[in-house]
């Protein structure tokens, strides 16, 4: 995977479909990184995804609404600081 935005689920789906196939996508995508990081500390895990969504952003490949979706995918997964350390990670991430 070179970029969040070129992601394409292993079943081939694509997420032309509307909202849900978008949240379906970021799940995916969500259980991707979490298997490519399989025995990380949660450190190596964060600056992993900071590194690559801050590409994205730049590349102009991950946009503000790719970055709500992940959140919205990630946050009922987490407690509620690591919650708020990630939507503090989602709003530095759109302001660049």
Do not use: C, H, W
């Not at 990081?37 to 503000?64: D, F, H, V, Y």
């Amino acid at each position: 995977m070179n970029d969040f935005k070129n992601y394409t689920p292993e079943n081939g789906e694509n997420n032309s479909g509307g909202n849900s196939n978008q949240m379906n996508n970021t799940v995916e995508l969500a259980k991707v990184l979490s298997r490519a990081m399989n025995g990380k500390s949660e450190g190596q895990l964060l600056q992993k995804i900071i590194a690559e969504a801050e590409r994205g952003k730049r590349e102009g490949t991950l946009t503000n609404a790719d970055l709500d979706n992940f959140y919205n995918a990630l946050a009922p997964m987490v407690d509620g600081f690591k919650r708020k350390k990630l939507k503090e990670v989602i709003t530095r991430l759109k302001n660049i």
